[in-house]
T-cell receptor, first 114, second 111 residues
Framework: EAGVAQSPRYKIIEKRQSVAFWCNPI?????LYWYQQILGQGPKLLIQ????????DSQLPKDRFSAERLKGVDSTLKIQPAKLEDSAVYLC????????????FGQGTRLTVV | KQEVTQIPAALSVPEGENLVLNCSFT??????LQWFRQDPGKGLTSLLL?????REQTSGRLNASLDKSSGRSTLYIAASQPGDSATYLC??????????FGPGTRLSVLP
């Protein structure tokens, strides 16, 4: 069974530039999450999708971050414009659409904003 | 709102030692608790998932316990090896909330 795929693995951009990350979840997983992990901290949820609908985006900085999940499969997370404090690892995870199920994570995208 | 803490923040042990990592949470109304391993620069690898109705789960040299009423979980690693060196994170799924992660315990196993 293929795992959660993310790309790119690394990205370096200048502040005020834009960047996009891509995620392909495990086949059949209706629930998809994007997390932000700042160095030395645990991951923090940015947004949760159920199929192509948003379930929770309460911690997403909507003035600069956006995410979509077209057709309920792949998802993209965009930052525009980036700030220095956006430097972090962005993790995508997926799970079956049940509350007590296990979450599976991708390898993450390490973003450095200079 | 659920809050998750992990103690210790970092741990260094000699190879072969048994060790315990701790995870505490404030809201006991949970669906499950999941332990993850994270290698430097990598994503999260799921180690064990404990449902709220379970007391423990085992996988190889790993054993995780859950005491929901006291808001605690422990991850026991037997006969530690240098390859176990990584950061260990616990995450709690609470009713009406998403996964909340602890800050992690950074483990170093010295040969």
């Amino acid at each position: 069974e293929a795992g959660v795929a993310q790309s790119p693995r690394y990205k370096i951009i200048e502040k005020r530039q834009s960047v996009a990350f891509w995620c392909n979840p495990i086949s059949g997983h209706a629930t998809l999450y994007w997390y932000q992990q700042i160095l030395g901290q645990g991951p923090k949820l940015l947004i949760q999708f159920q199929n192509n609908g948003v379930v929770d985006d309460s911690q997403l900085p909507k003035d600069r971050f956006s995410a979509e999940r077209l057709k309920g499969v792949d998802s993209t997370l965009k930052i525009q414009p980036a700030k220095l404090e956006d430097s972090a690892v962005y993790l995508c995870a997926s799970s079956l659409p049940r509350e007590n199920t296990e979450a599976f994570f991708g390898q993450g995208t390490r973003l450095t904003v200079v | 709102k659920q809050e998750v803490t992990q103690i210790p923040a970092a741990l260094s042990v000699p190879e072969g030692e048994n060790l315990v990592l701790n995870c505490s949470f404030t809201d006991s109304a949970i669906y499950n608790l999941q332990w993850f391993r994270q290698d430097p620069g990598k994503g999260l690898t799921s180690l064990l998932l404990i449902q709220s109705s379970q007391r423990e789960q085992t996988s190889g040299r790993l054993n995780a316990s859950l005491d929901k009423s006291s808001g605690r979980s422990t991850l026991y690693i037997a006969a530690s090896q240098p390859g176990d060196s990584a950061t260990y994170l616990c995450a709690v799924k609470t009713y009406g909330q998403n996964f909340v992660f602890g800050p992690g315990t950074r483990l170093s196993v010295l040969p």
